[in-house]
Every structure is written in structure tokens, then in C-alpha cells.
């Protein structure tokens, strides 16, 4: 540590945990660097809504600079991480290094293929407003393309989309992709029938949800089906590209399939070449910090966290929120000598998904919710948690008038389409 100056604490990634770790560092006598390659904090329990049209992309994202601006002792820095010099205490940017007396590392991860990284092109999946912009699109070319097209076996492909993966996210998109068809875009077109467009929900495992109680589940899957989502459950898709996904020895015809299925941490682990588990995410202890490393912290998705029952941490916003406000402490703590005498201890808030515009599953341990209650709660906890009043007010008018109406307000194709057009298409212009 430099004797003349302040401590330096530099925290990599604006998410969850990154930004309650600099926030918990308000009144700490630290000089704080928040590094992130890009300029805002995004919701992303929400992103969802805006790849489904719910929601635009503003409403869940808010600069980084505007949230910390009266935090007078953190600088934010634009840029991309590229290694971690350990024994200098240097974070490298390019031609820049950005010197450390504690780090944190709140990189969080990325939708993973299991192997088959070609499937991306074909199956995108959510992590950045990007890439729900590019769904956004993919699902509303759809169903335009399909205006257009006289084959019928191109148009049911075209209206035909897939989502794999039921954890909340695939669950929850699934749900919106079949409101947007059946009620949004019920009477916008003249040729076809938005309502008889297909959704499947496929999981390789024996029930969505499987982070909650079979009840809810269960409650979940039939209101999912109630929509008209087709859930395929315990198959695995073995093949996909860009004439649809295989499963099993089946083969489904679509050109709007959605991952949502795995994730693969930040290269943490490689930067601080630690162990990583299969995933990629650093295996940690309960105090957070790297092994070897006692001034680097790991949380949130990149880090590999065992519970006390030796059971793994789930990559959610709040184990993330807590793991960043326990790293705060431990630095607070090591500026007065001391060290925090507990490790790390998540403590369950509960969990919650949204199944379209009137159901909803909560689970909080003893007391559960389901049904319209459910998805009250679940909208009341998610605009709860957003960042900025402005954000708040705009998300809770746009799902009152969503509920009352049945429209997206963000109906929007943005980008190059020309790219998009089917290959059918593409041929019968040509002709």
C-alpha cells in the first residue's frame, strides 16, 4: 500500500455486486476506480422484457456515472479489462494499467453452449441490452417476414419460436413471446394469425424452475401451457442451426430460437490463474478472497461460492448485492488491521418468475405466492429494485398500461434488416 496517498480500491464490473461494493465504500477513506466496458448499470432480471417488446431499453439501464456522481470518492473508467498483473497490483487496460491495493472483481458471465459454441449464431441468448435489441428484432422479423411469404411451411417455420433453457429466464420469455403474439400483435396483421404462432419451452431436465418447490413448478408449467407455450421437458436439444434445433430424434422447423440454457463466467480465474470450476467460474472460500490473494476479491457470477451445507451459491442479483456489500467490509476491516471474524453467509431472500401478465410463482421458504398475487408481487419487487425514480415510475406506467391494453410500446425494429431476410424470401425476390 502506497504510504502518501489513499488506499486504491478498483472494482471491475458495474453490475449487481460491483456497484454495491463501491456504494458500501462511500464514507471509507479509499479512492475507488469502477471499471467497466460499458457506460451503464443494467437490470437484467428485465432484460427480457425488452427483447420481447415490453420494455425499452432505457428503462432498465441507467449510466454509471449519473449513479455514483455524488459519491465523491469513486472515478469511473471506460474500458476492457485485458489481464491482472498480481505481483505489480496492476489491472492492464490495453496501454493503460490501473494500480490496485484491493481489487474487486464483479465480472459476472456469459450465456454458454456447452461445447458447442457454433450454436450462438443461431441460438443468441441474454446478457446485454445488444443482445435483446437483436431478439427484439429476430422475434418482430418474424412474424413480418411472414406476412409476406405464400409457403405455408416457411411461414409456420418463421412463427414457430424456441427457447431453451426453463430456468426464469427461459420461462419468463416464453411467457412474453406467447403474450406478444396472442394479444400485442393479435390484430396488427392481415395475411396471418399471430395467435396460431408456436412457442416451445425445452428442458433437458424433469421440470422448469428446478431452483423451486415441484409446487410451484408444477404452477408454473400450467400457466406457461394455458398461454399456449408447448413445454418439452427431460430432452436435451442435440443439434442446432439455422433451420431449427433437433431434439432427440425430432427436428423442429424455426427461425427464432432463443438460449437460454447455461452461462460461462468472465475469464476471472485465468486473470488470477486460480482454479476455476466447469464453468469457468473462480472456486473461492468463504471470505471471498482469491486464494494466495488475501487483497483480491471474486463475487457474483464469476465466483464459485459453497454455502455452509457445502452446497453452490446460485448466480442470482442478490447473492451478487450481498457478496459486494461483504467485500466492502472486509476492506473496511483491513484498513483498521482487523478481519471480519464470520465468512461469508447468503442469506435467501427468496425466489420469483413471472409467467405473463397475470401469474406469477414466489417462493420465500414458508410463505409462497402464485397466481395474480404472485405476479403483483413479483412487478412491486422488480421496480422496487430498479435503479433511478425516473426508471421506477416509467416501468410501473408502461406494465399499467400494458395490463389494461394488451400493447408493447417498444415495438420497435432497429438495425440492418436486410440481413435478417429468410433465405426463401431472398429467392422469391429474385425471382
Known amino acids: 500500500m502506497n504510504a502518501t496517498t489513499r488506499p486504491r480500491v478498483v472494482i471491475i464490473g458495474a453490475g449487481f455486486g460491483g456497484l454495491t461494493a463501491a456504494k458500501a465504500l462511500k464514507n471509507a477513506p479509499v479512492d475507488v476506480t469502477l471499471i467497466d466496458r460499458r457506460n451503464h448499470h443494467l437490470f437484467q432480471p428485465l432484460l427480457y422484457q425488452v427483447a420481447t417488446a415490453g420494455l425499452a431499453p ?37 496501454d493503460r494499467r490501473v494500480p490496485y491495493d484491493f481489487l474487486i472483481i464483479a465480472t459476472g458471465a456469459r450465456h454458454a453452449y456447452f461445447g458447442h459454441d457454433d450454436w450462438e449464431e443461431f441460438a443468441p441468448g441474454l446478457k446485454t441490452l445488444e443482445d435483446a435489441t437483436e431478439q427484439r428484432k429476430r422475434i418482430l422479423l418474424a412474424f413480418e417476414h411472414a406476412e409476406l411469404e405464400p409457403d ?14 426453463g430456468g426464469p429466464t427461459g420461462v419468463e420469455t416464453a411467457g412474453a413471446v ?11 396483421y392481415r395475411r396471418i394469425d399471430p395467435k396460431s404462432a408456436r412457442i416451445i419451452l425445452i428442458e433437458a431436465g424433469a421440470r422448469i424452475l428446478g431452483a423451486f418447490p415441484q409446487s410451484l413448478s408444477e404452477h408454473a408449467r400450467r400457466a406457461l401451457e394455458t398461454l399456449g407455450v408447448d413445454v ?10 439455422e433451420s431449427g434445433v433437433t431434439l432427440g430424434g425430432e427436428h423442429i422447423a424455426s427461425r427464432c430460437v432463443i438460449w437460454a440454457a447455461g452461462v460461462q463466467s468472465s475469464p476471472a480465474a485465468r486473470w488470477l490463474k486460480i482454479p476455476a470450476d466447469r464453468a469457468g467460474r473462480a472456486i473461492i472460500g468463504g471470505d471471498l478472497r482469491a ?24 448466480g442470482v442479483a442478490a447473492v451478487a448485492k450481498q457478496q459486494g456489500a461483504y467485500a466492502a467490509r472486509a476492506i473496511k476491516a483491513a484498513l483498521n488491521n482487523e478481519t471480519l471474524e464470520k465468512p461469508f453467509a447468503y442469506v435467501d431472500v427468496g425466489n420469483l418468475a413471472t409467467v405473463g401478465r397475470k401469474a406469477a410463482v414466489v417462493d420465500f421458504g414458508a410463505i409462497r405466492f402464485t397466481g395474480f398475487i404472485g405476479w403483483v ?5 422488480h421496480i422496487y429494485f430498479l435503479i433511478g425514480f425516473k426508471n421506477r415510475i416509467a416501468v410501473a406506467l408502461d406494465w399499467v398500461w400494458s395490463y389494461l391494453t394488451f400493447e408493447r410500446g417498444a415495438r420497435l425494429i432497429t438495425g440492418d434488416i436486410a440481413s435478417e431476410a429468410p433465405a426463401a424470401a431472398d429467392k422469391r425476390n429474385a425471382a
Open 291 to 314: 486464494p494466495g490473494l488475501a487483497n483480491i476479491f471474486v463475487v457474483g457470477d464469476c465466483a464459485a461460492v459453497n454455502d455452509s451445507a457445502g452446497k453452490q451459491l446460485p
Open 58 to 94: 432505457n428503462q432498465i439501464a441507467t449510466p454509471i456515472r449519473a449513479i455514483v456522481r455524488h459519491q465523491k470518492n469513486v472515478n469511473v473508467e471506460l474500458g476492457t479489462v485485458e489481464a491482472i498483473e498480481t505481483a505489480q497490483h496492476q489491472v492492464v487496460l490495453g
Open 152 to 165: 405455408e411451411a416457411e411461414r409456420t417455420r418463421l412463427t414457430t419460436f424456441v427457447v431453451i433453457g
Open 232 to 241: 418439452r421437458l427431460g430432452n436435451a436439444v442435440t443439434h442446432v442451426d
Open 377 to 381: 408481487f413479483w412487478s412491486v419487487v
Open 178 to 188: 406467447a403474450e406478444l403474439a396472442n394479444k400485442a400483435l393479435a390484430r396488427d
